[in-house]
């Protein structure tokens, strides 16, 4: 199984200020079809996981520009260019392009 | 508007079995592969299993494989997962998601697997 490790695990921010989570898998995300499946979560306090981001770099539907994912290969990065209140909650990245599906362990933003 | 709603989740025994449902709208449901995801108490996220469109391919975690079967019924734009030889350790909120790439969520039902 592709192992994905996600760190920090905990990270306090300022307000205003920005964020950075990093993702490593332990086996490259580049599928078959040319297209690597990089997915990013997030869970705020008592909701369901909403996913922010799909293909490493394309935001949803609905999603705030402040927030942008980038990298390739088996290194990824889900940045926040600055943190508001409602950020609060659990990220975790997920990767869709092998069997079984897998997720790492979740790096929780709180404010400072 | 995609919209999920699981049901189903209730406290049972070891060894005991049970049914989840995920009633699906807002979107072509026979088109779109279905999965499920849960999340034990305080945990982060593990992936379940996915099914195709169709219904005619099915994936399973290691850890449910064998016990849990997944399916689906496009006429009525169902979603379900019976649970078999259900354990403590399968005690989790559980999620149906839209295709493998989890999409949208609903909002999650609860199974406690406890004596």
């Known amino acids: 199984d592709v192992v994905m490790t996600q760190f920090p695990l905990s990270l306090p921010v300022t307000l205003g200020q920005p964020a950075s989570i990093s993702c490593r898998s332990s086996?490259?995300?580049?599928?078959?079809?040319?297209?690597?499946?990089l997915n990013w979560f997030q869970q705020r306090p008592g909701q369901s996981p909403r996913r922010l981001i799909y293909k490493v770099s394309n935001r949803d539907s609905g999603v705030p520009d402040r927030f942008s994912g980038s990298g390739s290969g088996t290194d990824f990065t889900l940045k926040i260019s600055r943190v508001e209140a409602e950020d609060v909650g659990v990220y975790y990245c997920?990767?869709?392009?092998?069997?079984?599906?897998?997720f790492g362990q979740g790096t929780k933003l709180e404010i400072k | 508007e995609v919209h999920l709603l699981e049901s189903g989740g209730d406290w049972v025994q070891p060894g005991g079995s049970l049914r989840l449902s995920c009633a699906a709208s807002g979107f072509i449901f026979s088109n779109c592969a279905m999965s499920w995801v849960r999340q034990a108490p305080g945990k982060g996220l593990e992936w379940v299993s996915t099914?195709?469109?169709?219904?005619?391919?099915?994936s399973y975690a290691d850890s449910v494989k064998g016990r849990f079967t997944i399916s689906r019924d496009n006429s009525k734009n169902t979603l379900f997962l019976q649970m078999n030889s259900l354990r403590a350790e399968d005690t989790a909120i559980y999620y149906c998601?839209?295709?493998?790439?989890?999409?949208?969520w609903g909002q999650g039902t609860l199974v406690t697997v406890s004596s």
């Open positions: 086996q490259s995300l580049v599928h078959s079809d040319g297209n690597t499946y």
């Open positions: 997920m990767q869709a392009t092998h069997w079984p599906r897998t």
């Open positions: 998601a839209r295709y493998s790439n989890l999409d949208s």
């Open positions: 099914i195709t469109d169709s219904g005619g391919s099915t």
